[in-house]
């Protein structure tokens, strides 16, 4: 068997979530490989709506296995917090949920670097999610983190007060007032709760699942242009959201994977900072944020929006080899005379069709414009009634980026997944 990879190719918040619950009915396992809780993953069901920061997107059908791999940077408090949620709904996921003994662990003092660092850097500000992901995977680089399987361990306390105590030396240079007690009197009670989880040599488990002929598919957090290697550096996040991410991130080795899905949105968002060419700050893109609901799943915040950007997904389809793709957000650009999508920058004078290394560099996308549609088609179920002019959107980008659209999804629920292929 193989690994099937579902992969966010824009800027994060693709509808992830979402198409990872829809299409737990064809998998026996769910794995997310990377990132930790800057992820806000939505998912709708039975007009419930459900957001999952660390916990992978399979969860709600209990006949099925998840695993939090080995890539993951997890902080036990929120973990507990979104245990404690899902306990309300009657659920008891000790029975279906691993968790890698090789994931790392959030400090309390992770999120207090996040936000002296982020404090530090004024308008340069990477707009982080604030979560301490950045600190913690420094910490994982430089070989100094804390891991779940530490947790076991007789001498866990002391490991983790030196590492807290020489993260509050670095916290000292940035003269940032705080108070850890609370904090970590929380973090301390988290783990305890953690601790009655099931912690697993991830990588040998999903190997074995593999061989025994269990369907997996690994569920990316973030999107490919926040990749630490090939996103807007700095302005990403601290690890390999590509496909790439899922070997890495799982144990699973590359000639194990299967089909590799990219997600995107119909249009563009982006929260937080960094290069965005196609944004649009007029009130189209006020339409497009208030129509879409493009508020943070993890921070509220409001997302930045604008056209789809062909370069940039092109660029991402490339990086991970991507079989076939989903499109979510359909509907929020019902109404539209007409589309914009960008197939070209003019980059200093010059077109290209490349993402440019200098990210700060002023880029005017090249629009081609396609027609709009006025139907409302979030009630839609079936491909049969899809409005022609969306039919020839979802052509065009097919035969730029030269990958097949295998699904549009047309609302948040879970059963507004139109399979086209
Ligand atoms: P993720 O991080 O990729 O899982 O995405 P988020 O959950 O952060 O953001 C996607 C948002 O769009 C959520 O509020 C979803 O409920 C919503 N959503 C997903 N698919 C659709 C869709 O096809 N149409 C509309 N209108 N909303 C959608
Ligand atoms: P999901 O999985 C959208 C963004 C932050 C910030 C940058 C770095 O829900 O799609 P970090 O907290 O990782 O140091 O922030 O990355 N970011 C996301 N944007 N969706 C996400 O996750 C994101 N996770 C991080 O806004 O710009
Ligand atoms: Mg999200």
Same mark, same amino acid.
């Given at each position: ?12 918040d ?8 829809a299409?737990?009915r064809?998998?026996? /396992? ?27 997107s ?24 979104? /245990?404690e949620?899902?306990?309300g ?9 691993f ?14 670097l ?8 004024g ?9 301490g992901i ?29 590492l ?48 025994s ?11 490919s ?16 959201? /590509?496909?790439a991410g899922a ?39 006020d339409?497009?944020?208030k ?16 056209w ?11 990086l991970s080899?991507?079989t ?35 990210t ?26 899809l ?22 999804s ?12």
């Amino acid at each position: 068997m193989k690994v099937d990879v579902l992969l966010g190719m824009q800027w994060g918040d693709e509808g992830k979530g979402k198409l990872v619950d829809a299409l737990t009915r064809e998998y026996d /396992v769910i794995a997310r490989f990377q990132g930790g809780p800057n992820a806000g993953h939505t998912l709708e069901f039975n007009h419930q709506k459900h957001v999952l920061h660390t916990i992978p997107s399979g969860i709600f059908h209990s006949d099925k296995l998840n695993l939090i791999g080995n890539g993951l940077v997890i902080d036990p408090v929120i973990f507990k917090a979104e /245990v404690e949620r899902l306990s309300g709904f009657g659920m008891d996921i000790r029975k279906n949920l691993f968790i890698s003994k090789k994931s790392h662990l959030i400090l309390p003092t992770h999120r207090l670097l996040d936000a002296a660092s982020e404090a530090s850097k004024g308008t340069l500000k990477i707009g982080s999610t604030l979560k301490g992901i950045g600190p913690a995977y420094t910490d994982k680089v430089s070989r100094e983190g804390l891991r779940i399987g530490d947790i076991l361990d007789s001498e866990f306390l002391s490991k983790y007060q030196a590492l807290r105590d020489q993260h509050l030396r670095k916290i000292s240079q940035f003269n940032f007032p705080f108070d850890l007690k609370k904090a970590e009197v929380e973090w301390l009670a988290a783990i305890e709760f953690l601790r009655t989880f099931q912690f697993v040599n991830g990588e040998y488990l999903i190997n074995e699942w593999l061989e025994s002929g269990r369907r997996i598919l690994a569920e990316g957090a973030q999107g490919s242009m926040l990749d630490v290697d090939f996103g807007s550096y700095p302005f990403v996040t601290s690890s390999n959201t /590509v496909c790439a991410g899922a070997c890495t991130g799982l144990g699973v080795a590359p000639g194990r994977i299967g089909n590799v899905i990219g997600i995107f949105k119909a249009y563009c968002t982006r929260v937080g900072s960094g290069p965005f060419p196609t944004e649009l700050f007029d009130e189209t893109g006020d339409l497009l944020r208030k129509s879409g609901a493009e508020f943070g799943s993890t921070t509220g915040r409001p997302r930045r929006c604008g056209w789809l950007d062909l370069v940039a997904l092109r660029y991402t389809v490339m990086l991970s080899g991507v079989t076939s793709l989903i499109m979510t957000k359909a509907d929020v650009l019902s109404g539209f005379e007409t589309l914009r999508v960008a197939t070209a920058y003019k980059i200093g004078g010059k077109i290209t069709t490349e993402m440019p290394f200098d990210t700060e560099a002023p880029v005017e996308p090249i629009y081609t414009e396609l027609p709009g549609w006025k139907e409302d088609i979030s009630k839609l179920r079936n491909k049969e009634n899809l409005p022609v002019n969306l039919n020839g959107y979802i052509l065009f980008i097919e035969k730029y980026l030269g990958v097949p659209i295998s699904i549009v999804s047309v609302s948040p629920d879970r059963e507004a997944t139109i399979h086209l292929k």
